[in-house]
Nanobody
């Protein structure tokens, strides 16, 4: 399993920005896919953004143009830059790593989550 530690959550006003970090216990190039998910109270967990080992990215429609996923390989860290935040972005944000460890076997690792609250 990959160990993941998120940080950077907090309280921000609508229209504000936050940057979340996800530090991995090993080289992020050894991880096939890294995702950011979020879960609001009484709602299902939602995939927000994805970055592959090749650098490809994808976003949920609800965050396109506002959120950016990126990585720093020297720090084994993936970031989620969030701008123009809205109250509906309030959720616990989770980092997720999918890594192929053997033919047909993929490990699925999760961080502990970090709370983001958007409120005036």
């Amino acid at each position: 399993q990959v160990q993941l530690v998120e940080s950077g959550g907090g309280l921000v006003q609508p229209g504000g920005s936050l940057r979340l970090s996800c530090a991995a216990s090993e080289s992020i190039f050894s991880i096939d896919v890294m995702n950011w998910y979020r879960q609001a109270p009484e709602k299902q967990r939602e995939l927000v953004a994805t970055i592959t080992s090749g650098g490809g990215t994808n976003y949920a429609d609800s965050v396109k143009g506002r959120f950016t996923i990126s990585r720093d390989s020297a720090k084994n860290t993936v970031y989620l830059q969030m701008t123009s935040l809205k109250p509906e972005d309030t959720a616990v944000y989770y980092c997720n790593a999918l890594k192929t460890v053997a033919a047909g076997r993929v490990t699925d690792s999760w961080g502990q989550g970090t709370q983001v609250t958007v409120s005036s």
